[in-house]
């Protein structure tokens, strides 16, 4: 008799499929002798009722906290679709001794293509222009802002933070800013073979306040949480436009609606909000000093290939 191999038979459970098709994870696991079953889980208990018996898990959008963990018999890895951890109740996993693993870095180019979409996007009034004249109106918005000589600050300085840098030297950028709790103040070497706008490490209060554009590239914990409050708004440039591609809850999204109404801030480029889907009573809607996506800055044809194959190669590693 042969010898059985490492996860020979495991079963693969996704707890809830935004794919509409299984078929990268089904391949992957299948053709490795496991046996991979799609559930359809919107919340904590639902995973606790149909994934009881997994021996891994791939994870969109499900809350699996702590009772679903705990419900979970035979599990040994929770391997999450994104960057992000903040639906996975790690300390929970790692009590019980279950692996929980993301998928790192693999849309820092989307994201940062998104960010300096949103940033042109807002310079050139490009959207309301669209606006205008699909409803017969011709030269009715305001002139845009020139990037070039203008200041951008980069909050984090991972992969798409870095991404964006690169692509945005080449704009014309007087200056950009960075702050990031992990880089001492100073000069920075340019990421990869950009070169142009010169590039520091700053403190926060100087990156928010000299900023033009600020874009945000932070995870979301405990201290980034509400890092944008009204406080840190205030000290921005009353001109300043600021880009969300990380997650909602890093802005205090009342401060922002209300320094955008009040004046206090020139715009802002969204992907991400507090609450999502965005609730249609939602003051940003409304706000013609602001661009919206749909958190889909992570999204591209490649970049979702790439996801879905190493997010279930990491479960299997595990296993």
Known sequence: MGKRSAGQGALVMITDNRFGEARIERDFVESRGGRLEVADCQSASDVAAQCRDAEALLVNLARVDGSAIEALLRCRVISRYG????????????RRGIAVRN???YCSQEVAEHALGLILSLARGIPSRDRAIREGLWNEVAP?????GSTLGVLGYGGSARALIAAARGLGFARILVWSRSLAEGPLPSPGQASGSPLV?????????ESDWLSIHLTLNRETRCLLDAEAIARMKSTAM????????????EALVAALQEGRLGGAGLDVFAVEPLPQGSPLRSLPNVVLSDHSAYASVESIIELRTRCVANAWEAL
């Open 83 to 94: 960057v992000g951890l903040d639906n996975i109740e790690v300390g929970a996993a790692e």
């Open 201 to 209: 490490a700053a403190p926060l209060d100087t990156v928010l306040a």
């Open 242 to 253: 600021l880009i969300n591609t990380a997650r909602g809850p890093i802005v205090d999204e």
């Open 103 to 105: 998928v790192a870095d």
């Open 144 to 148: 845009g802002r020139r990037v070039a």
